[in-house]
């Protein structure tokens, strides 16, 4: 294990001083603490680390500037809870028992918080847990419940809940600074999970900063106006268009009156009640009249122009990256105050600091929002980490890697054992050097279907070029895409009889693979069973 190796090594450096060379002394070096920091539905397509055009996020890229940037990060699972499960457990969702955002997390298994207070940290987790079930093997815990709210949220903790005044990006780096400040046991490094709720739908920004977009033309995706022509029924009948299935008051912000007045439904009868919910419900007076002030022009020109058709989608297009992109502003501003903290305290350099989400999300691509596929904006991930002195600064990885590794990485890094049963392994010998053969291929598995956004089940292997996935239960649809020569997947090639081969090797290799963690089609089936079993009946 790699901290073990550091330890073996050190007795054998040498170092220089004004008497000659003295050999160090064989004690062990100080484990470093560790803040995870995980965003919801933060895709790499808005970090400028990444790329982006749409945004800069300097405190996010300073991670990456000092540290190491991966670029071939994947989730197995790409939905909320689930993501949060393989985090503390270092295994896929078949394994863990959390598949989809309905069931509840059993904290009795074995965790990475409890492995890690047993090797001697003190362990924290602030903000979004979203897993049900209560924390469980934290030194310390505040969290929102379920999904949480922008404005003047609720917080859960050992005490009871108790609603906090403010938003809820800056109340969690708040109470995040508040744990570092008052910590038990100093003499103990620490984990902290530093957790946002945003960037996660429906995007309500805050109110002194949100204008920060408005007015921009941000550029489209080219699959904006995506046919699914290339794609089975799955990418036809998912239900996650912003032209159609993306709500104009909840996440557009036009009132449910004048969305009314124009003789819009909303797609979903409750996107009128979410609107509702955090306007009269979450805000305070002062609140609403600086969202009037904001939102009032909008909703104005809105009536006056009564868009329809392509015209309303570039529209709505444009209104969800302004919000989404505000919060994003308020999550990397607030990543800055936590750095200026721990850099201000000394902390800052033998602090491991990993910032990455809970998966990619769509941002257009291919007429969508929201994540659940396997394609790749919402199946990758951002995983960005900062060490000095052992991860390369400013070096790029082009190794897959996926979220089952993060456990067996922070264990690594604490001087712990990992645990055989789990499905990953530690990301530190890419620290030093990118290694092609790190994995051969990332697996993957979502099951929440029958459910929200009508994203069919399926699973699949991706190599370093090309990805195959199968769809199943309603469907029986199989598609293979070439990666170099069609990145954005819009061609599938299974049945192109020139792919004849790498479809057969791509199926042995998937065989392979799910034997590897203990998954299956038919294990697929006795899911599906169950949780059919569990839907409320007609």
């Not at 910590?183 to 920060?212: I, M, N, Q, T």
């Not at 977009?213 to 794609?231: C, T, V």
């Not at 999550?331 to 998966?359: F, K």
């Not at 990619?360 to 994540?371: I, V």
Request: include cysteine.
């Amino acid at each position: 294990m790699f901290r073990k190796w550091l330890v073996a090594v050190l007795p054998l450096i040498v170092a220089c001083s004004e008497h000659g060379s003295e050999v160090v002394a064989d004690t062990e070096p100080p484990r470093p603490n560790i803040v995870f920091i995980m965003a919801d539905d933060h895709a790499y397509q808005a970090i400028s680390a990444y790329g982006s055009e749409l945004i800069e996020t300097p405190n996010i890229d300073r991670i990456a500037a000092e540290g190491l940037r991966f670029d071939q990060a994947f989730v197995g699972n790409s939905i909320c809870s689930p993501s949060r499960a393989t985090l503390l457990t270092g295994k896929f969702s078949h394994a863990n028992g959390l598949r989809n955002n309905i069931h509840v997390f059993d904290g009795s298994q074995p965790t990475l918080q409890r492995l890690m207070r047993e090797a001697g940290y003190e362990t924290a987790i602030i903000g979004k847990w979203h897993l049900k079930s209560e924390p469980t093997d934290f030194d310390y815990w505040d969290v929102l419940p379920d999904q949480g709210e922008y404005y003047n949220p609720d917080f859960v903790s050992r005490d009871g809940t108790r609603r906090v005044e403010g938003y809820v990006t800056d109340i969690t780096t708040d109470l995040a600074i508040d744990w570092l400040e008052q910590r038990d046991d100093v003499g103990k490094p620490f984990l902290l999970f530093y957790h946002h709720k945003a960037p996660h739908r429906e995007w309500w920004p805050p109110l002194d900063s949100a204008d920060e977009f408005l007015g921009e033309a941000l550029p489209e995706p080219g699959s904006l106006f995506d046919d699914y022509a290339g794609r089975g029924r799955a990418a036809r009948e998912a239900e996650m268009r912003i032209s159609d299935h993306m709500g104009l008051t909840n996440d557009n912000k036009i009132t449910p009156e004048n969305a009314a007045a124009l003789g819009h439904v909303p797609f979903m009868a409750w996107y009128d009640d979410a609107y509702r919910r955090q306007f009269d419900e979450y805000m305070n007076e002062t609140q609403r009249a600086a969202f009037d002030a904001l939102y009032g022009p909008i909703n104005a020109d809105f009536i006056d122009r009564d868009l329809r058709g392509e015209d309303l989608t570039r529209w709505k297009y444009q209104r969800y990256m302004q919000d989404y992109l505000a919060t994003i502003r308020s999550v990397d501003n607030n990543i800055g105050r936590l750095l200026s903290w721990l850099e201000t305290s000394g902390q800052l350099d033998n602090t491991v600091i990993v910032y990455t989400s809970d998966q990619g999300f769509y941002l257009g691509e291919h007429g969508w929002f929201d994540k659940r596929f396997m394609y790749e904006e919402s199946f990758r991930t951002p995983l960005l980490i900062r060490w000095p002195g052992v991860v390369e600064a400013g070096a790029e990885r082009n190794a897959i890697v996926q979220n089952i590794d993060f456990a067996p990485t922070i264990l690594d890094i604490a001087g712990a054992d990992v645990p055989a049963a789990m499905h990953g392994k530690s990301l530190a010998p890419l620290f030093s050097a990118d290694d092609a053969d790190f994995r051969d291929a990332a697996y993957y598995h979502y099951y929440e279907y029958p459910g929200i956004h009508a994203v069919k089940r399926h699973y699949g292997v991706r190599t370093q070029r090309y990805k195959l996935m199968h769809f199943y239960h309603d469907v029986d649809e199989w598609e293979l895409y070439d990666l170099q020569t069609d990145p954005s997947e819009m061609r599938n090639v299974y049945a192109d009889p020139a792919y004849t081969g790498v479809r057969d090797q791509m199926t042995a290799l998937l065989a392979d693979v799910q034997a590897r963690y203990g998954d299956s089609l038919q294990l697929a089936r006795e899911f599906l069973e169950a949780d059919l079993a569990e839907l409320p009946s007609q």
